[in-house]
Every structure is written in C-alpha cells, then in structure tokens.
C-alpha cells in the first residue's frame, strides 16, 4: 500500500491509536496535506543515488505541514544528528549496525547488575535500599518473575574494577542505578497510557529497558522524572530497540540539561525561565508587568512546558509534530560533526559534498546565525550563547492567551488554570510560527534599544 495516497486531510490519530476507555483524550489539529507534507516520496527524492541527502529541500516542507508518520522516524534520524547528511548509504549503515552493537554491549552490562533488564519485564518497587541492601518485596516477584531469573553476578563482571577508591565510586554508581529502576517503571505504567502501543507488555518492558541501559550510559544526570514522556515516542517509531535509544540519547543531549539538578534546581529549566523573562519584557512589557505583579515573574508556571518540552500540552500527535517544527527550524547541518567528528567518513570520496549553503540551515538557526554574526562586527543585538527557540514557543503560547491573562488573572493559581485549560488544545503549527514572529521582534527590539544606548554614551 503507498502510505502517500492517504486522505491528504486525514489526521494523524489514525497512526496513533487511542485504547477504548479514554473518550476525553484530546485529538491531534495536525492533519496530513497533499503538497505541504513531506511525503515517502519527497523524502525519497532528497537522496543521490549515493545517499547523499539534500536535506534543504525538506526543512521547509516539515515547517508547513510536518512529516508523514510512516517515516518519522528516519527524519527524526538526521533532524537530530544521528546520521551526516554528506554520508553515504553505506556509511549510515555502518554507523548504524556499530551502534547496534554497542547497545547490545551496554544493555548486556545492565543485564548482568540486574537480569530484569532484557527479560521482557520491568519493575515498579523498590529493590535496594539506600545502602545497597536487596529489597525482598513480594509486589516485586509476581510481575517479573524474579524468582526464576539468574542471581546478579558481582559487579566485578561488569568490568575488572580494582579494590580502591574508584572501586568504592563504582559501587555507589550501582547502588545508585538500581534505586532508579522502580521509578523508571512506576514511570512507565503512566506514559502515554492511552496508547494501544502501550497495552503491550512487550512495548512497556522495551520503554523500561531504553530508560535504564541510558540511566547508567548518561550517569551524570541518570534517570530523572519526564524523561519517559521524551523517550516514548522513540519506542513507537522504531521497531529496533537500538535504532531508538540512540535517537532518544541524540534527543537528551539538548534537553539534559533539563534533568540536571543542583539543590533541588533544573539548571537546564531555570536557565531558559530566566531567558523567557527577558524575551516577554522586551515582546511584550505589559504581560510581563501583570506576571511581576502576581508574583510570577519567574515563570515558574512555565517550568513543565520547558522540563518535558510540551508533551503534557499538546496531543500526541501535535507534540510530535512541534518538535519536528522546532528541530528544522534550528537544524544545524553540522550537528553530526559536532557529536561524533568526522572519523566517519571516507576522505578518499572526491564526490562528497563539502560546501554548506545556508539553505542546508533551517530559519532560525540561520537567523541565529546572521544575528551573532552582526553582533561580532558590531552591529547586531544579541552575543553569547544562542537562544533556545523553546523559549520563544512558550512567550508564543502566553500570547495567544494573553488577553485572557490580564482579564482573568487575579493570582498565580488563575495563571496556571489558564494555562492548564489550553493543554491538548493548543496548534502546534500557530505557537510555532507565533514563536518565529516573536523572535524577529525580539531581535528588532533589542538592536533598536541597542542603538539608542550607542547614541546615548556617543552624547556624552
């Protein structure tokens, strides 16, 4: 069956099934166009004959009517740096059956700490207490069948770890790892649970496997609540359990700063409510004002849209559908170079592209660009690091309710109803957009305020 010739109105729910029992689940607004889409075919034609992708010719496409649902995934792929687009078929799969492999290694050492993983089942107790010591609980061996699996060898056979200080560190990585588990599956039971995929137990024990090999692969920030609703939608798009760990790892390394914590912070979060801020003070002063005055002026009521990047806000489908948006908007053609280098590619290829057009780059990431580039010679409005356009998604959010905000908000707890009242009713297409418009009036306001500080200090 061609997957193309589909309805081109038909919506995206059909590809994502909804379990008997949830009337209420919102539905998606993101409908599959004819001609706005981009289609098997489309994508298809984006290749040389070699598998050089021309990903240009896609970024706009996904921009105005986002990706068809039978090839997400492979999109996602390059959208979020797996694969170099001047790589060959060839070489992406090399890449690919090497990951392949070193998935299988990590998830074999987490097997051997503790047999669940792998078993095709999952846990939702508690197996070790603080220090180390096995939790015996009877909720426990029913649903796993722990009791029939292997005794967890020593932790010497993860790796020869001599007995010093390091040795002593290792433990604690253990100890640390296996408390984690049950909340990976008490997670799990709760994510996207309207999903037919998830009636599966099978599909519920692979989400609890990709969540615990990444939360000893990823020790600094291990396993942190939210990471579930980021990973499911990798478990549905891939039918390789590799192919989607690696996606959901390429996915953590924006947003893991999100799950890093210091006395009790997300730094990643608090860093962009602090940008947010700055963005509505200069957008839009008088919202800004209103929140200052309720006491929210650190958009805090902010913080779930930023920590699990709108999962919780939008249906399924459109939540997909924004990253997508948001990940072409700031794609950088560079990216796979940046994560994994360049050892990958055969130097001997005289037909491999090297140039870079700016039309390889998507439109805010060039708008970025162009704005740094004015900053350095003097002329433009922002320096430093570049602006998460997550940032701009939310001020984009809060003014489509914005009159709604300085009508009916008389306290905190009415800004966060408002806000709680859009969610799965919200269109990812017109937040993201707003979200563009916002940055470009940010950016005009900043080099106008800019040179109005120049003209000043020049007076003097």
Request: hydrophobic share 35%.
């Amino acid at each position: 069956m061609n997957l193309c010739r589909k309805d081109p109105g038909q919506p995206t729910d059909s590809y994502y099934e909804i379990r008997a029992g949830y009337p209420d689940v919102p539905v998606t607004n993101f409908r599959i166009k004819a001609g706005k889409t981009l289609s098997v075919r489309r994508w298809r034609a984006a290749f040389t004959p070699e598998g050089y992708l021309d990903i240009g010719k896609c970024l706009n496409r996904i921009n105005y009517g986002g990706i068809h649902p039978s090839i997400r995934g492979e999109v996602w792929e390059f959208l979020l740096g797996c694969y170099d687009p001047k790589s060959t078929f060839d070489e992406r799969e090399k890449i690919r059956q090497r990951r392949r492999d070193q998935y299988a290694e990590l998830k074999e050492s987490c097997s051997r700490m503790f047999p669940v993983v792998g078993s095709g089942k999952f846990i939702t107790a508690r197996v070790v207490t603080a220090n180390g010591d096995p939790i015996h609980d009877p909720a426990v061996l029913p649903d796993t069948n722990l009791e029939n699996l292997p005794i967890p060898q020593s932790q010497e056979t993860v790796g020869p770890i001599p007995d010093t200080v390091d040795s002593q560190e290792h433990d604690k990585e253990i100890i640390q790892w296996k408390r984690a588990l049950h909340q990976i599956g008490l997670d799990v039971v709760r994510t996207d649970r309207s999903l037919t995929f998830y009636e599966k137990q099978e599909n519920l024990a692979k989400l609890w496997d990709v969540l615990a090999v990444y939360a000893w692969y990823d020790k600094d920030v291990g396993y942190g609540q939210g990471m579930s609703d980021i990973c499911s939608p990798m478990i549905l798009l891939f039918e390789n359990e590799a192919d989607a760990f690696w996606c959901f790892e390429r996915l953590m390394r924006r947003l893991r700063g999100n799950f890093r914590c210091t006395a009790n912070n997300s730094v990643g979060v608090e860093a962009q409510l602090d940008i947010l801020a700055n963005i509505n003070q200069v957008v839009n002063p008088k919202l800004h004002q209103h929140l200052e005055h309720l006491g929210g002026g650190g958009y805090l009521f902010a913080f779930r849209m930023l920590m699990v990047s709108f999962r919780r806000e939008f249906s399924f489908g459109d939540s997909l559908y924004l990253w997508e948006m948001m990940w072409a908007l700031e794609y950088d053609p560079e990216l796979f170079s940046i994560y994994e280098g360049s050892e990958t590619h055969n130097n001997n290829d005289a037909h491999k592209p090297t140039r870079i057009s700016s039309r390889q780059y998507g439109k805010y990431e060039r708008a970025t660009r162009r704005n740094r580039s004015g900053s350095r010679n003097g002329s433009g409005s922002g320096s430093g690091a570049p602006l998460p356009i997550s940032a701009f998604v939310v001020a984009s959010v809060l003014k489509d309710r914005n009159d709604k905000l300085l009508r009916e908000a008389r306290g905190l707890d009415d800004v966060v109803k408002i806000l709680n009242d859009m969610s799965g009713n919200m269109d990812a297409k017109k937040v993201c957009r707003g979200a563009m418009k916002i940055y470009k009036k940010y950016l005009k306001r900043q080099k106008r305020d800019s040179g109005k500080r120049t003209s000043f200090f020049g007076f003097f």
